[in-house]
């Protein structure tokens, strides 16, 4: 007897959610671009006093074609079915069912019974990822060493980004024991 053939992970996605994926995949990459311009275009004032437009084509020309491949890798890796590039399964939900999975989720929410499914899905996808908080604590701290013992002026990115770094970690500890007691329930 042969097994039937697995569908393509890509292809088998629904629309809505490549779509919503697409789109978050590309507003990351873009906002991240223009974070790298600013961070670029303010390091060169600060060294030289002045903005040399070659220079900054240049790197900004390379930064950007950098970050359009590696979208586009990202969104070719998720076509070939790579499981940690996959969306989420809210992304496939109607807006009221997104919306029921996440009051489940804060603190004091209820799981409606119209939506149960829904949020246990978001729950369990939620439940893969026990290594965030530990990943933004190590964030926080590395954050927090380079607060001390960087001597340059650009260290203000290090004392801005160490809370919030701590609060990621706050927020995936919370969200996981919550999702954690969705799942279990049931």
């Given amino acids: 007897m042969t097994e039937p053939a697995r569908p393509d992970p890509g292809t088998a996605l629904d629309p809505v959610a490549r779509r919503r994926h697409t789109r978050r995949l590309v507003l990351i990459s873009a906002s991240t671009y223009v974070l790298i311009a600013v961070l670029h ?111 340059s002026p650009d260290r203000w990115w290090y004392v801005l980004s160490t809370p919030l770094f701590l609060g990621m970690a706050g927020y995936y500890v919370y969200a996981l024991r919550k999702a954690r007691a969705i799942v279990d329930e049931g």
Wanted: glycine fraction near 10%; proline fraction near 7%; charge should be positive.
């Fill in 41 to 151: 275009i303010a390091d060169q004032r600060r060294v030289t006093g002045h903005t040399d437009p070659t220079d900054l084509v240049v790197r900004l020309g390379i930064t950007g074609a950098a970050m359009v491949l590696a979208t586009l890798g990202m969104l070719e890796l998720r076509r070939r079915g790579v499981s940690w590039l996959q969306p989420p399964p809210d992304l496939r939900m109607s807006t009221a069912e997104r919306r029921a999975a996440s009051r489940a989720l804060r603190p004091g929410g209820t799981v409606t019974p119209e939506h149960r499914d829904s949020t246990l899905e978001v729950a369990r996808y939620l439940g893969r990822y026990r290594w965030a908080p530990w990943f933004f604590l190590a964030l926080s701290g590395l954050s927090g060493w380079l607060t001390v013992t960087e001597p």
